[in-house]
């Protein structure tokens, strides 16, 4: 069975850091681009960073940029997301899912979506 979990999350103060991780479990990472999304309460999911197989990146989100990165070690099986600099708005619980080879703006072509990990920003 093919799946993905994600941990790292937690309560974290404004301007602070987390990193993510997406671990693979029943198929290794190497061919799959993998994506992270998030969704705040009341709102619509939406696409964060994703890495293709050959470590391209693709942003999804203005709101991000400069601020999180995307990484992938293969030998581990593992998707990273490194997020500095932290906002109350970064508040969501965050997926990571997989899609073949190389990354897309649509959220209905990533498959194995994990259960997600909640972040909370705040003093």
């Known amino acids: 069975q093919l799946q993905l979990v994600e941990s790292g999350g937690g309560l974290v103060q404004p301007g602070g850091s987390l990193r993510l991780s997406c671990t693979a479990s029943?198929?290794?990472?190497?061919?799959?681009?993998i994506g992270w999304f998030r969704q705040a309460p009341g709102k619509e999911r939406e696409g964060v960073l994703c890495?293709?197989?050959?470590?391209?990146?693709?942003n999804y989100a203005d709101s991000v940029k400069g601020r999180f990165t995307i990484s992938r070690d293969n030998a581990k099986n593992t998707v990273y997301l490194q997020m500095n600099s932290l906002e109350p708005e970064d508040t969501a619980i965050y997926y990571c899912?997989?899609?073949?080879?190389?990354?897309?703006?649509?959220?209905?072509?990533?498959?194995?979506w994990g259960q997600g990990t909640q972040v909370i920003v705040s003093s």
């Open positions: 029943g198929f290794t990472l190497d061919r799959y681009a």
């Open positions: 899912a997989a899609k073949g080879y190389v990354c897309s703006g649509r959220q209905s072509l990533f498959g194995s």
């Open positions: 890495i293709s197989s050959s470590g391209g990146s693709t």
